[in-house]
């Protein structure tokens, strides 16, 4: 089993930034595509970023250029780096994981990330 942990969310102004971070543990050699999710109050859940275990990204064109997703593989390890956060940003936030590129995917509890002045 593949247990997630999602932290870093809280309150911040508009303009603001957070480091989310998502810590993987269990049955785990090595880590294939990882990505973020987030679900806004009253909406359906959408994808965010991904990472594939090579380093490349993909952003949802909203947040390009004010997100950068990162992991560390190491210590099995996701990052998401919010900048310039928007209202339209509020949601709580998930980290996914797969262990193939066929294999199940894993998510997290999620944290809460509230955009307000």
């Known amino acids: 089993q593949v247990q997630l942990v999602e932290s870093g969310g809280g309150l911040v102004q508009p303009g603001g930034s957070v480091r989310l971070s998502c810590a993987a543990s269990g049955s785990i050699r090595t880590i294939n595509n990882m990505n973020w999710y987030r679900q806004a109050p009253g909406e359906q859940r959408e994808w965010v970023a991904l990472?594939?275990?090579?380093?490349?990204?993909n952003y949802k064109d909203s947040v390009k250029g004010r997100f950068t997703i990162s992991r560390d593989n190491a210590k099995n390890m996701l990052y998401l780096q919010m900048n310039s956060l928007k209202p339209e940003d509020t949601a709580v936030y998930y980290c996914?994981?797969?262990?193939?590129?066929?294999?199940?995917?894993?998510w997290g509890q999620g944290t809460q990330v509230t955009v307000s002045s």
């Open positions: 996914t994981l797969q262990l193939t590129p066929w294999g199940q995917v894993y």
């Open positions: 990472i594939t275990s090579e380093g490349s990204t």
